[in-house]
């Protein structure tokens, strides 16, 4: 493990550090971030302009070729910039799912014209891009949705529901994937498509969350038309590009955002518990001591995934064992800070609840962040089979046809 920059690795932090002193404010100790913002149009639009500001000044498509608008730089660039803008006020980040995923696997797996089409509106923030995979009978279990695409001519008719599908309100393209041929084992039927979201027979519901936010939709398809031109991958291969677009989520996939060791801290040493202030309490510092374990081990491991990269490695599966520690924290952080606010913790209202409600809103989104990009469960099922080498997950269907699954009606 290093635990310093290279040379060259100080040279680029001291460079984005300069664009974003010139571009952004920095945050004050106050500033709280949360994982749990609507995004209005108002955002959309700072968000937009954000982006194609870093991608001007060279700071967005890090490893993009340059004719693509890129930089031909490095990950450890991309993960130095995203430490030193988490300092700096900066309007939401929209663009993980066409920036982060949705390019890197055309550049993968498309054709010329679909990257010459797509890349540079995404890298300079002019279309943003959702990822339209999980189904209400496909979540864990992707390989089995039932959304149908059917070949008709030059076109593909596809016919089928999509649910938690992040910002599809105000995006203008998904990553869709559908089944093709339902006669053959449920991972070989898939294909993989390029939607344009304004196609007739796309109806975006918004979901209202448990936090009043609405960030993700239920999307119907109805005989929505996609030409064969914006197949990505062969036919029958959706399965395999779906793999390499889920790769590179691995690296979008980061920190949980939201109150932490440091914040439950400050909390603890603020509120009266028995006149006396709450880092008194046994029972508290043994809370307190076990998060700030957790939060070193994270940083540590952290560390580790970077050094991998910075060495030109591909870090192992140590980012499903920070992404299971991390939400789990956040949501024992939230609700721990919640009580120890007493009354006041059930006061959502950010401008008159304490710490401008900045616990009792993680409290409504962290479980989410338990969820989304893998389960607890299923990273569990991950860490023991790839880092234990214990035995596989029982997959009884992994060989059946499709069609043959004993299923309810599809
Ligand atoms: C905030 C958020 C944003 C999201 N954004 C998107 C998006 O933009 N696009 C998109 O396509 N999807 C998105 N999702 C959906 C997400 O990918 C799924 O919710 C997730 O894959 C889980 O699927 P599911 O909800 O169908 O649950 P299920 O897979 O039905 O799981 C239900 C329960 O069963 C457990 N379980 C399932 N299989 C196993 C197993 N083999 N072993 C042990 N336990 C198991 C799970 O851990 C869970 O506890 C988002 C979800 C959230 C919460």
């Known amino acids: 493990m290093d635990f310093n920059d290279t040379p060259e690795e100080a040279a ?10 010139a571009n952004a404010v920095l945050k004050s100790e106050h500033s709280r971030t949360s994982g749990s913002r609507a ?18 000044a060279g700071f967005a498509g890090f490893h993009w070729p ?4 890129g930089r031909e730089g490095t990950q450890m660039q991309a993960i130095i910039f995203a430490q030193e803008e988490e300092k700096y006020l900066v309007p939401p980040g929209i663009f993980n799912q066409g920036v982060g995923m949705a390019l890197p696997t055309i550049m993968s797996c498309g054709t010329q014209a679909q990257i010459d089409r797509y890349a540079r509106p995404a890298l300079f923030g ?18 089995g949705l039932r959304t149908r695409g059917a070949r008709d001519g030059d076109d593909w008719v596809v016919n089928g529901q999509k649910v938690w599908t992040s910002n599809a309100h105000f995006s203008q393209f998904a990553m869709l994937v559908a089944r093709s041929n339902p006669d053959v ?38 005989d929505v038309r996609i030409p064969d031109s914006q197949r990505l991958g062969a036919v029958g291969d959706g399965w395999k590009v779906a793999m390499t677009m889920l ?11 939201g109150p932490d060791f440091d914040d439950i801290f400050r909390l603890a040493k603020l509120v009266m518990l028995d006149d006396a ?96 990009g893998g389960t607890d469960e299923i990273l569990r099922n991950i860490i023991a089979e790839r880092v234990l080498k ?16 004993p299923a309810g009606p599809r």
């Open 247 to 257: 790769a590179n989520e691995r690296f979008t996939v980061g920190q949980a955002e």
């Open 39 to 56: 995004f209005n149009a108002e955002d959309v639009a700072l968000s937009k302009a954000w982006q194609g500001k870093k991608a001007e």
């Open 12 to 21: 680029f932090r001291a460079e984005a550090r300069a664009f974003l002193n």
């Open 66 to 69: 340059k004719k693509y608008g």
């Open 185 to 222: 084992p449920k991972h070989q039927g898939l294909t993989f498509f390029i939607l344009d979201m304004a196609t007739p027979g796309v109806d975006v519901r918004r979901i209202k969350q448990i936090s009043g936010t609405s960030n993700f939709c239920e999307v119907f398809l109805t």
């Open 390 to 405: 214990m035995p596989a997950d029982m997959r009884v269907d992994k060989d059946m046809p499709f069609n043959k699954i």
């Open 126 to 143: 002019e279309e943003v891009w959702c990822q339209l995979f999980s189904e209400p009978a496909a979540g864990s279990d992707l390989a």
């Open 277 to 372: 202030p709450a880092v008194n309490d046994a029972a508290v510092r043994e809370k307190l001591v076990n998060w700030f374990c957790q939060a070193q081990g994270l940083k540590y491991t952290r560390l580790r995934m970077q050094t991998a990269l910075s060495r030109g490695k591909t870090p192992g599966p140590e980012a499903s064992i920070a992404k299971l520690v991390s939400a789990t924290k956040l949501q024992e952080i939230a609700a721990f800070g919640v009580d120890l606010l007493g009354q006041a913790g059930a006061v959502m209202d950010s401008e008159t609840a304490p710490f401008d409600a900045w616990f009792q809103n993680a409290l409504l989104y962290a479980p989410g962040k338990r969820i989304a």
